[in-house]
């Protein structure tokens, strides 16, 4: 199938920018790639995932979107909180997922510098981000590129955790308001913010940037 032309001004900003980005990324010691479109990222993600591998994942709408945790539960053993229970089994499963062989994820924020920046209310997704998993495979629409890390910082807690927020029925500020008032909820999203500036073990994080927006 041919592949459309990509001629709107945000996509030619996409495609000049996403490979910079991804060079930035692998500077830092992450393996990285850019993918134009959603389709190309799917098939990206899929043959990073080897064979057997248990799979996992954190919250994520850019996963959904791509129709990323349909094709891997159909080729898998995978680790599904949502299939709980209950509330402990899900927290049990959680803990279990950062044992798995590779886990999912998107970021709330990258630099242009090559820099992740991502907030968690659990902190399952960050936790899974640091250690336990073998790998790693991070996607992210282009519109989660920032200028710099303080960008990503500002990005993600004034915009991403607001909307993020949204999904759930804790009574935080942001969750009514919509706008970050740096809370000290019990309940609130930002429990953890983590600054990921390099990948250690060089290689273990994988970047698919994708040029499209996608996420929040």
């Known amino acids: 199938m041919k592949t459309r032309e990509r001629t709107s001004p945000l996509e030619k900003r996409f495609d ?3 490979p910079r980005v991804v060079e930035a990324l692998k500077r830092r010691h992450f393996d990285a790639c850019y993918c134009p479109t959603a389709e190309e990222a799917l098939e990206k993600v899929l043959s990073l995932i080897p064979a057997g591998d248990t799979v996992s994942w954190g919250g994520s709408l850019t996963l959904a979107q791509l129709g990323i945790l349909e094709k ?3 080729t898998n053993p995978v680790i599904d909180r949502a299939t709980a229970s209950s509330p402990e089994e899900g927290q049990e499963l959680m803990r279990k997922a950062l044992l798995c062989d ?4 998107s970021s709330n924020a990258i630099s242009e510098d090559g820099q992740l920046y991502n907030i968690d209310g659990n902190g399952n997704r960050v936790a899974a981000l640091i250690y336990g998993p ?3 495979i991070v996607v992210a629409g282009m519109n989660k590129i920032t200028s710099t890390i303080e960008d990503a910082e500002t990005r993600a807690r004034t915009f ?5 927020a949204q999904r759930f029925s804790n ?3 942001c969750n009514i308001t919509g706008s970050c008032a740096d809370c000290l909820s019990k309940t609130s999203v930002c429990a953890s913010m983590v600054r990921t500036r390099i990948c250690r073990p060089a290689g273990k994080i994988k970047g698919v940037l994708v040029g499209e927006e996608l996420g929040f």
């Open 171 to 173: 009574e935080t500020p």
């Open 72 to 74: 891997v539960k159909q």
């Open 134 to 136: 073998k790998s790693v």
């Open 160 to 164: 991403a955790a607001p909307v993020n």
């Open 16 to 18: 000049k920018l996403g």
């Open 102 to 105: 590779t886990y999912l994820m």
